[in-house]
């Protein structure tokens, strides 16, 4: 079963944060810690009858009673258990899966390869110094353009202001992939992973892990 769990396309987890680990050698390297799985499959899709190979997983258990009826029926398929969020991946061979089995972060190791999916913190409304990084205007007596973004409109042609022009609005809050992120240590006790360098969102957000193969 081992080597059938390896070829499933990545897991749901949660950040637990960020601490540093030292390589054999004595180096220092910057880790975020990922709590991934376990994942319970609460559906199969194969091409006969949906037209991709894939796998819904649950992740994060969660009272009944917070579920609304249509997913209660859904996840009663896969066994009694209700899951906070759920989320698709890719699989090779959807055949080897059965509904309400239990994958972990075995199907991982150490060397690895993976990309990380998270939402990124939610800064609100912000000016186009923080949102998109510009200098600004000069701090002297009497200028009167600090943080503002400027003139932002064209001359007689085409008079007028081009889309994607960049100016104030709302930042962060999006969904943001990091690739090939190594995963520098596993602990499959606590269903723990350490990746090397910073994921996107906040402590205790959703992340999805996937393995590079299947990268969509």
């Known amino acids: 079963m081992g080597n059938v769990k390896a070829m499933c396309g990545g897991l749901i987890g949660k950040k637990l944060g960020m601490t540093g680990l030292?390589?054999?050698d004595g180096k220092y390297i910057p880790v975020t810690v990922v709590q991934v799985g376990p994942c319970v499959?609460?559906?199969v899709k194969t091409m006969a009858s949906d037209g991709y190979n894939a796998l819904q997983l649950g992740f994060s258990e969660q009272k009944r009673s917070r579920i609304n009826k249509p997913r209660q029926g859904h996840l009663k398929k896969?066994?009694?258990g209700c899951f906070a969020f759920l989320q698709e991946f890719s699989v090779e061979n959807p055949g080897e899966y059965t509904l309400g089995q239990t994958?972990?972060?075995d199907i991982f190791k150490i060397g690895e390869r993976v990309n990380a999916?998270?939402?990124t913190k939610g800064r609100g409304f912000a000016g186009v110094i923080k949102r998109h990084g510009f200098h600004g205007g000069k701090k002297t007596h009497g200028s009167h353009s600090h943080r503002i973004p400027g003139s932002i409109g064209?001359?007689?042609w085409p008079a007028k202001v081009i889309k994607g022009k960049k100016m104030p609005g709302h930042y962060g809050n999006e969904r943001k992939t990091t690739q090939n992120l190594e995963i520098i240590d596993i602990r499959p006790e606590e269903n723990l992973i350490m990746l090397k360098g910073a994921v996107s969102g906040s402590r205790s957000g959703l992340v999805a892990i996937k393995k590079t193969k299947f990268a969509r």
């Open 22 to 24: 030292f390589s054999s």
């Open 41 to 43: 499959v609460t559906q």
């Open 78 to 80: 896969s066994g009694e």
């Open 103 to 105: 994958i972990e972060s």
């Open 117 to 119: 999916v998270g939402t």
């Open 154 to 156: 064209c001359s007689a």
